[in-house]
């Protein structure tokens, strides 16, 4: 695997960009929300883009998706659309770059990487924007300049609002390349560029979506109000967690921890079991704010909230709500800026509120430092996707604002594994200094919310 | 005469200015707290070394109904109190007179390590209503007053008037657009680094890009911003003991090489009036690069390695870019179309972003650009490094081209 931890100078970043250019993109799947997203971004820097889509009609769809998403008619300007059967042969063979942005489905993706491979130049660039799927799967059994040429690059969803990107090599990737897009994607598109290996899920959605999942599960004994409340912004997300459920889709949190439940076996694993009501409440429907609700629904200007036993929502005013003083605490203190301050009271807090809080933190971050060494070499990886793609306090940022000991201790008290880079700071005295990205301002992640 | 002692920029800390700290829900209070701390951390300086501080600020007062803002730093840690502080104001020049004010003080011997804060919170109100907050800087009762964006319509002028003397193209300013835009990608502070940008889009004249004020339209503008800058400047006697402490030679701490300051009349008609007959429309603005660039020992533009100039609107910068002589007076097109203003052209301006890209809070645009210029001589710019910068000059303006401020930072 290799990994850049420390960020090239612009110096460096020229000359690599220099090696080589990109004229001509195709996007595969033009319609959907990842392909007219990054397809949109990709017109700023490239003058020739083909949006192609099962038909013409819904490439144009995309298209008018990708100028309303960043408000622009030029977008246009820039854009062919057209369809796999007219189109695909012709645009494929000319692109420089192919970016696959088909339905998260492994055939699906196979079968077109079969039209793809058959018609590319030798010489052309195809990245999956996969959230999960294996990059070496992906391409096993295609020929070698298809394998050379082929890597993963994981934007988050919108583009064209969250920086952080997932570049991820395969076996085969030629590591010119990856050095090449790594410096096309940051001075071009403007993206900061976490490489990860190619693990289920990667770094961000895999720690990402462990935590999501633990929420999840906690509704299954607390009202999902509670659960957003106590692991809400105070905690260091600007959204809460069910509430990003919702938004991403339950059918895409589903596809995300199924796939790392199955593929993983590791100390957390039980958190990653998509809670059953989950999957009852689906095959009725129930997809997230796409399909009108999840855990969260609106009725005019009421908002109504899931009971995940009866599948009933009521509306939030009557949702009974135990007294968390010491969430306003932090918050005031937050408004400050004063982040130790408010962190220490949230150690502090007494209450099965903050001790359930404080265990789904506990395990972000225990989780999140045993995957450095398997999703990403250091935790400057995993610290810079947490923060830029998921926009969460960073694990790295939430031990140096609470300090290691105190964050052992509250590792310890929750029962979970404490990873040895925090037993080992703490031997030799060291409280802080986790986090390794000065360019990210920490304190944005603390919300006073 | 004696020489005059020399200052020296220990380096700092810039907020995120995508932030919008009304939404995050936090006082005034945390912006200068978050910068000074940012700033002592990133310099490896304790609070007990720092002995004044200075605060440049617009208009805390309308924004965040606060002022005696120099109390507030007094507020970011205990060491402070009893510290001499004070604030600065003069509209978007103020970040750069609170930095004058304070290496005056060095170089008068009272003072060795000097905190320099820019700051502005303008996230507060609505667009309209901070555009007459914004007003102020102007001669409001004769030139803003009942005029929506009294300020894009100012330096409307300022292109109406160079279009009238020389001829200018829409393309031109468009290109201006582009490159700070583009560079502002390269910068992870900078406000508009993931909005959508290219010349096709600059130029376009629909909704997405409406007028603003006659030929300014939206992609011509530098944008409602938050955020606060802190920066260290200090006098030759700390700046050896700082580089001894860290094993490095005092000719690798940036110095302020030259600076310059001018104050025009304050309406716009009254400066264009007294530059009749003069090759630059504002000459007050040129000859406070002049006087930089003298002070530095530096002959030309030649000299000078790198630019971060004020460009609140495309038509600031247009004017910049000939005021620093990098071409002759009314040929700045000259140096769009040869590429010279591009990172790695023969004159790079703003490669942060500038106003338009990186984004402008008004009081701390100053301490920004000074930050930046440090930044480059130093070798730290990472994405948006000038390779290669030894000397970098800033050009920051209050008002309608009423008060200029230029510093030259340099190894």
Not at chain 1, 13 to 31: D, H, T, W, Y
Not at chain 1, 73 to 96: C, I, M, N
Not at chain 1, 157 to 178: K, Q
Not at chain 1, 411 to 437: H, M, Q, S, Y
């Amino acid at each position: 695997m290799s990994v850049t931890s420390k960020i090239p100078s612009g110096v460096e970043l020229r000359k690599l960009l220099s090696s080589r250019s990109i004229e001509r993109v195709v996007i595969l799947g033009a319609n959907g929300t990842m392909g007219y997203g990054s397809g949109a971004l990709f017109t700023q820097a490239v003058p020739h883009v083909t949006f192609l889509a099962r038909s013409k009609a819904k490439a144009d769809e995309g298209l008018a998706e990708a100028i309303s998403q960043v408000r622009s008619p030029t977008v246009a300007s820039r854009v062919e659309t057209g369809d796999y059967d007219s189109d695909l042969d012709a645009a494929v063979s000319k692109a420089d770059l192919i970016f696959e942005a088909l339905t998260e489905d492994f055939a699906i993706k196979k079968q077109m990487f079969d039209r793809v491979e058959k018609v590319r130049r030798d010489d052309s660039i195809i990245a999956t924007v996969t959230s999960g799927l294996s990059i070496n799967e992906l391409c096993e059994g295609r020929n070698d300049s298809f394998r050379r040429n082929f890597l993963g690059l994981h934007f988050f969803n919108p583009p064209n609002v969250i920086v952080g990107t997932e570049l991820i090599a395969g076996s085969d990737t030629d590591p010119a390349l990856v050095d090449f897009i790594d410096a096309f994607a940051r001075l071009r598109l403007g993206r900061e560029m976490i490489r990860t290996s190619d693990t289920p899920a990667f770094a961000g959605n895999r720690v990402g979506f462990k935590v999501l999942n633990e929420a999840a599960q906690l509704a299954e004994q607390i009202s999902p109000l509670l659960v957003d409340k106590i692991v809400g912004p105070y905690t260091g997300r600007a959204m809460t967690p069910l509430a990003t459920i919702d938004l991403v889709g339950w059918d895409i949190h589903r596809a995300i921890v199924d796939n790392v439940f199955e593929k993983t076996d590791d100390e957390a694993h039980a958190t990653l079991e998509l809670p059953a009501y989950m999957a009852k409440l689906m095959e009725q429907g129930v997809l997230g704010n796409k399909t009108g609700g999840g855990f969260f629904k609106k009725d005019g200007k009421t908002r109504l909230v899931l009971d995940p036993a009866t599948g009933n929502y009521q509306a939030e005013a009557d949702v009974k709500l135990p007294k968390m003083e010491y969430v306003d605490d932090i918050a005031h203190l937050y408004g400050q800026a004063r982040y130790r301050e408010g962190m220490q009271l949230f150690l502090g807090a007494e209450g099965d509120e903050a001790e359930l809080a404080r265990k789904v933190i506990a395990g972000y971050v225990s989780y999140a430092f045993h995957r450095v060494g398997e999703a990403t070499e250091t935790l400057d990886g995993i610290d810079r996707i947490m923060g830029t793609g998921f926009n969460w306090a960073p694990p790295g940022v939430l031990v140096d604002t609470m300090g290691a000991r105190a964050a052992v201790n509250m590792i310890e008290k929750a029962g979970l594994p404490v990873p040895d880079a925090l037993t080992e700071a703490v031997k030799n005295g060291r409280e802080d200094g986790f986090f390794d990205a000065p360019h990210i301002n920490t304190g944005k992640f603390f919300v006073a919310g | 005469m004696a020489a005059t002692p020399e200052v020296y920029v220990l380096g700092g800390y810039q907020t995120d200015f995508a932030r919008n700290w009304t939404k995050e829900q936090k006082h005034f209070s945390a912006l200068m707290r978050e910068s000074v701390l940012g700033g002592l951390q990133s310099c490896e300086i304790a609070p007990e070394e720092v002995q004044s501080a200075h605060v440049g600020n617009f208009a805390a007062e309308l924004y965040c109904m606060q002022g005696h803002l120099g109390a507030f730093f007094t507020e970011v840690d205990p060491a402070f109190s009893g510290l001499p502080t004070s604030r600065h104001e003069a509209a978007c020049a103020s970040g750069s007179i609170a930095l004058l004010a304070a290496s005056a003080e060095i170089e008068a011997g009272r003072y060795d390590l000097q905190a320099v804060v820019g700051i502005e919170q303008m996230k507060t109100v609505s667009a309209s209503e901070g555009g007459a907050f914004l007003g102020t800087a102007a001669w409001y009762a004769e030139e803003a007053d009942g005029i929506e964006f009294p300020f894009p319509k100012l330096f409307g002028r300022l292109g109406d008037e160079y279009d009238a003397r020389y001829g200018l193209k829409d393309e031109h300013l468009a290109e201006l657009s582009k490159i700070n835009y583009a560079n502002a990608k390269l910068n992870p502070n900078a406000q508009t680094r993931t909005w959508y940008m290219n010349k096709e889009h600059a130029l376009c004249r629909t909704d997405d890009n409406a007028a603003v004020g006659g030929r300014i339209r939206i992609a011509d503008c530098s944008q409602v911003t938050d955020g606060a800058v802190c920066v260290f400047l200090a006098s030759r006697e700390y700046a050896e003991r700082y580089a001894k402490g860290r094993g490095l030679k005092l000719s690798q701490i940036p110095r302020i090489k030259g600076w310059g300051h001018n104050t025009a009349r304050l309406r716009f008609s009254d400066k264009v009036a007294e530059s009749r007959g003069n090759e630059f429309v504002l000459p007050h603005v040129r000859s406070t690069v002049v006087s930089a660039m003298e002070r530095a020992g530096i002959a030309d533009v030649n000299g000078i390695d790198g630019i971060e100039t004020h460009d609140c609107f495309t038509t600031s910068e247009y004017m910049a870019i000939d005021h620093f002589g990098i071409t002759k007076p009314g040929e700045s097109w000259k140096a769009i179309e040869a590429g010279w203003l591009e990172i790695d052209g023969k004159h790079p301006i703003n490669p942060s972003g500038g106003l338009i890209g990186a984004g402008h809070p008004v009081g701390a645009t100053g301490t920004r650009q000074l930050l930046d210029a440090y930044l480059q001589v130093t070798g730290q710019a990472g994405a948006y490094q000038v390779e290669g910068a030894k000397n970098f000059q800033t050009l920051n303006i209050g008002g309608s081209g009423t008060t200029s401020c230029s510093f030259v930072v340099g190894v």
